[in-house]
């Protein structure tokens, strides 16, 4: 017995499916338009935009720097003139090795978020120039990679550091891989400074190279310390990555994957021309975003 499927019940019963099936095309091809646009920002990311970025934000603590200089209000102890810590970013220094063509600004803190600006200073050691063993950090090959020429130096090569009190010589003394021996402990009284960076290919970092350089004028009056030594959190120590939930780019990721899936929508209602006018700089500018802030998880010596 055959029965009849009434005609007006017929359109409605198909185009259910015919939707699901539609929706369920848009929100892939939006995935993956999402997936290429942030592939694409993470590479131009860490290849060309992050360099740009760095050299930027050096001019910019280059001008503080001097002014504070000028000024006398440089910081030259891990807290300010008014008993605070000084704040993570804030420049404290300027760095020049001749040997390798360097003259960077060298910034308070060494996560990762900062030291996309430039090498930072550990904050549980003592500024260079003082006595003791100063550390600074800087990330071998994304963001400028400023540190990612300390291998070619040679023992006995000098470079310089500029502080709020005042020019401080050093002499580099060894360079060494992990495994290597470290040098003689350094005597009361003496000044020492390690640069740290990554070893490795480019942007694949497998392990710490240290280029320890001895102090050979004479050290600056140094501050009692308010940081203990190995007090410092995670995010701060070698190849380390920032802690916590990346809000900001969980927000950021949202928005590319609706404008994602928008334009792929739009490409079937408009057409083509228009969605390329109206979403490309939109998915274009999202996918910097991202990007941007998914460098800022990689390690911080990368």
């Known amino acids: 017995m055959t029965v009849a499927v009434p005609t007006t019940l017929a359109p409605a019963a198909l185009r259910t499916p015919v939707r699901s099936a539609t929706a369920v095309r848009h929100l892939a091809r939006g995935g993956l338009l999402a997936l290429a646009a942030l592939l694409l920002g993470i590479t131009a990311q860490l290849l060309l935009v992050s360099g740009i ?66 090498p930072g200073h550990r904050r549980d050691t003592p500024m260079p120039g003082q006595s003791g063993t100063s550390v600074l950090m800087g990330r071998a090959a994304a963001y400028g990679g400023p540190f990612g020429g300390l291998a070619g130096l040679r023992p006995g090569t000098d470079f310089t550091v500029i502080t709020g009190q005042g020019k401080a010589t050093y002499r ?46 004479a050290p600056f009056q140094t501050p009692a310390a308010t940081i203990r030594p190995g007090t410092l959190p995670d995010s701060e120590q070698p190849l380390a990555s920032p802690g916590g939930v990346p809000w900001p780019l969980v927000m950021w990721l949202q928005a590319l994957l609706l404008a994602s899936v928008a ?14 006018i109206v979403f490309a700089p939109v998915v274009l500018v999202l996918g910097l975003q991202v990007a941007t802030r998914t460098t800022t998880l990689l390690p911080n010596l990368l």
């Open 263 to 276: 334009a792929v929508w739009t490409w079937h209602r408009w057409g083509r021309h228009q969605t390329w």
């Open 53 to 118: 970025q760095e050299h930027s934000a050096q001019h910019a603590a280059f001008d503080e720097l001097r002014a504070q200089l000028a000024l006398g209000t440089a910081p030259v102890a891990q807290t300010d003139q008014d008993g605070r810590l000084v704040a993570p970013g804030t420049p404290v220094a300027l760095i020049r090795i001749r040997a390798l063509h360097l003259s960077q600004v060298v910034l308070e803190g060494t996560d990762s978020t900062v030291m996309t600006d430039g």
């Open 172 to 217: 580099v003394l060894s360079v060494r891989h992990a495994g290597d021996p470290a040098p003689d402990t350094l005597a009361a009284g003496k000044g020492r400074l390690v640069l740290v960076t990554a070893t490795g290919p480019g942007y694949m970092p497998g392990g710490v190279l240290r280029v320890d350089a001895d102090l050979v004028s």
